[in-house]
């Protein structure tokens, strides 16, 4: 496996995240209603972005590896006023890369960048309960379900789909 390493999100990398959103269920589970209607186009993701560009509690972020290959992105934000909670929102990895261990490596190297570069307290996620990979991934790198309001529910595709908060603590991070 490749090492990959975090840098700022660029237009151009639009091209490959849109491409590795397939199927309008992925899709879904990736962006939940936030960018409306599949499929995901790079324009479309691109103007998502914009409204957020002079929002510094909004930023996103892109895994590349040795090679300068885009392989994995995030959204990253501060849901909150101060700058204590950070929230992943929007991950995804090149679905060629997918089951290889680098979600978890792409993780890890956001959570160091939340812990270590922002001095968060607390880094945040929701997953669909029916996206059963993506929460395996989470909790394998230590993220857990969160103990308050840790269940919602949305409207997609006519179903109701469960939302689980999960969380992971710098107390956590520095038990490692």
């Not at 590896?65 to 392989?71: H, L, N, R, V």
């Not at 890369?97 to 680098?102: D, E, F, P």
């Not at 959570?111 to 945040?124: D, G, M, P, S």
């Amino acid at each position: 496996m490749d090492e990959l390493r975090l840098r700022p999100y660029k237009r151009c990398d639009a091209n490959k995240i849109a491409g590795w959103i397939t199927n309008e269920k992925s899709f879904y589970q990736w962006s939940a209603d936030r960018l409306n209607d599949f499929p995901l186009t790079p324009e479309r993701l691109n103007e998502y972005y914009d409204e957020y560009q002079e929002d510094e509690r909004f930023f996103q972020m892109t895994a590349v590896d040795d090679s300068g290959m885009a392989a994995a992105h995030m959204m990253m934000r501060y849901p909150e006023e101060g700058q204590e909670v950070l929230r992943f929102g929007f991950i995804v990895v090149n679905d060629q890369l997918r089951g290889k261990g680098y979600g978890k490596k792409f993780l890890k190297l956001a959570l160091e960048y939340a812990f270590n570069i922002l001095k968060v307290k607390k880094v945040t996620l929701g997953v669909f309960a029916n996206n059963p990979g993506a929460r395996h991934c989470y909790e394998a790198v230590g993220f857990l379900e969160a103990k308050e309001n840790s269940r919602n529910f949305y409207r997609i595709m006519d179903e109701d789909w469960e939302c689980i908060e999960m969380e992971f603590t710098r107390e956590q991070w520095m038990m490692q």
